[in-house]
């Protein structure tokens, strides 16, 4: 403890802090939106209009990646980056962005025919222009986050989504149906690029040679291979459901998806944007990262695994609620994926030291191991339909966190047991909560009302989980260590008083 409270009263862990409140409270903004807009236009909109849009989602995104291939990744992990490097790398972005758009438009009737769904042809010249505005951030993004304009980054995050959902809700108000949701997105993109263009007071110059661009370039192709693997294994659930199984199966199983992942992963991307560069200082302050790493999981894990199992529990009845009736399928895919949610959360911790220390060929190797591994269970589950991919994507996320603490015990020299046991004391109270909740739901589930039942269990849940792990000596310091670090980041918290 004292390792950490040393390494967090460093410059560059105070930065970071600090950025890590504002981070927190513009994505809460964001979150509560999504949450509104979620819930607005699944009301207006089908099941089959969402399973359409995913169906396209999935191939702008593979574009968006091919796009960067890791040279954002690699721009933000440089200590020093110049003004020509960044033009040469917004150009390249650019470029790529536009070829990127074309390949997605001459294949719009190869991607209709895998689906069998002709009204694709239609989305994806749209959904291409997307791709080719959030290019042309990408780099001023990289900019803002270097210089830790946390502020900006919220603001114009904020701004963009509140647009996007305003114009989508509107539509789908009009009977547009899943044309709205494109709408949402060419809105959210362009609104994105002006304001952060705006705020960043940025220009690129035009391309230059002899900058030092192409070591950046050769970084960023690891980056990008490992990324390319990570996207295979989170979006091949989407294809198959949606080639096997049509629109309407995959629009129950991206709304599970999206309602438990999508909210929690805007909050840990700006997050991921807060601590890179914090844990960046502290190696440039010759500093261990591990006690700071090891403080952010259990930060992050108290959080997100007490969310998820709390969730788990009464699912079957905020689902209906929130969403309506129509989606009560969903309801076991989004139990199957909240078990998942829990090592997903433990896992970005461990991503964030591969870009840190700089091991970008063994974060390549280690996502070629776990992620084809990932990819072949999915495909071997949808033969058994969506809940079954949900629990293979369950499965991988479970196997691959050990895995990859692991992994970074042998060639990074962090210590995986610390992580380990780390995860363990706030997985193991998790557990034991939704087991007795669980148990309390079978004994007296008939004899309450639905909606007393879901408070109660929510309520149990928490406390449960919260009691458990306040047991022992080493959860009172986690729960403790937590509580100041969220203080700190509101700006509640004297950072000299620890």
């Known amino acids: 403890m004292k390792a950490a409270s040393a390494d967090m009263a460093s410059s560059a862990a105070r930065r970071g802090v600090r950025g890590g409140g504002i981070?927190?409270?513009?994505?809460?903004?964001?979150?509560?939106?999504?949450?509104?807009?979620?819930?607005?236009?699944?009301?207006?909109?089908?099941?089959?209009?969402?399973?359409l849009f995913a169906m396209v989602a999935v191939f702008v995104s593979l574009?968006?990646?091919?796009?960067?291939?890791?040279?954002?990744?690699?721009?933000?992990?440089?200590?020093?980056?110049?003004?020509?490097?960044?033009?040469?790398?917004?150009?390249?972005?650019?470029?790529?962005?536009?070829?990127?758009?074309?390949?997605?438009?001459v294949c719009g009737p190869l991607i209709a025919l895998l689906y069998a769904e002709p009204r694709l042809q239609e989305i994806l010249p749209v959904m291409a222009a997307v791709s080719v505005l959030n290019g042309m951030q990408a780099q001023i993004q990289v900019g803002l986050v270097k210089s830790m304009r946390f502020l900006a980054l919220a603001v114009t995050d904020v701004t963009a989504q509140t647009a996007a959902y305003a114009a989508g809700i509107a539509c789908a108000a009009f009977g547009m149906g899943y044309r709205a949701l494109v709408v949402q997105a060419l809105l959210g993109a362009a609104v994105q690029l002006v304001a952060r263009w705006v705020l960043a007071g940025w220009r690129p110059q035009w391309p230059q040679r002899r900058q030092g661009t192409f070591a950046l370039v050769r970084n960023g192709v690891n980056f990008g291979i490992a990324n390319l693997l990570t996207f295979a294994s989170s979006n091949i659930d989407t294809v198959m459901i949606g080639a096997r199984l049509g629109a309407v199966e995959l629009g129950f199983y991206n709304r599970a998806f999206q309602l438990l992942m999508s909210p929690i992963s805007r909050l840990v991307a700006p997050l991921s944007e807060v601590a890179i560069p914090t844990l960046q200082g502290s190696v440039a302050e010759r500093r261990s990262v591990q006690p700071l790493l090891l403080r952010?999981?259990?930060?992050?894990?108290?959080?997100?695994?007490?969310?998820?199992?709390?969730?788990?529990?009464?699912?079957q009845w905020l689902i209906p609620w929130v969403l309506g009736n129509q989606w009560a399928p969903s309801i076991p895919i989004f139990n199957a994926l909240a078990a998942g949610g829990c090592f997903w959360a433990l896992s970005n911790v461990s991503l964030w030291s591969f870009v840190v220390l700089c091991e970008s060929r063994e974060l390549l190797r280690y996502n070629l191991v776990t992620k084809t591994a990932t990819i072949v269970m999915i495909v071997i589950a949808s033969s058994f339909g969506a809940e079954a991919v949900a629990w293979a994507f369950t499965v991988s996320l479970m196997l691959s966190w050990p895995l990859n603490v692991w992994w970074l015990d042998r060639k990074a020299g962090l210590t995986a047991s610390a992580f380990l046991r780390n995860g363990a004391a706030i997985l193991v109270p998790a557990l034991a909560s939704y087991v007795l909740v669980r148990l309390f739901q079978f004994v007296v589930g008939a004899a309450l009302a639905d909606h007393a039942l879901a408070l109660i269990s929510i309520g149990a849940a928490a406390a449960l989980y919260l009691g458990f792990i306040a047991v022992t000596t080493s959860g009172r310091a986690t729960l403790r260590t937590a509580v100041y670090d969220v203080s700190r980041m509101m700006g509640l918290g004297n950072a000299a008083g620890r």
């Open 23 to 51: 981070s927190i409270a513009g994505q809460g903004a964001k979150i509560i939106l999504q949450v509104v807009g979620t819930v607005v236009l699944s009301r207006l909109l089908s099941p089959a209009d969402f399973g």
């Open 63 to 105: 574009g968006e990646l091919l796009r960067d291939f890791g040279l954002p990744t690699a721009a933000l992990q440089r200590s020093e980056l110049t003004h020509p490097q960044a033009s040469n790398l917004f150009w390249a972005n650019t470029a790529l962005g536009l070829l990127v758009a074309g390949v997605l438009v």
């Open 296 to 315: 952010a999981q259990s930060l992050l894990a108290l959080v997100l695994v007490g969310v998820f199992m709390t969730l788990a529990t009464a699912s």
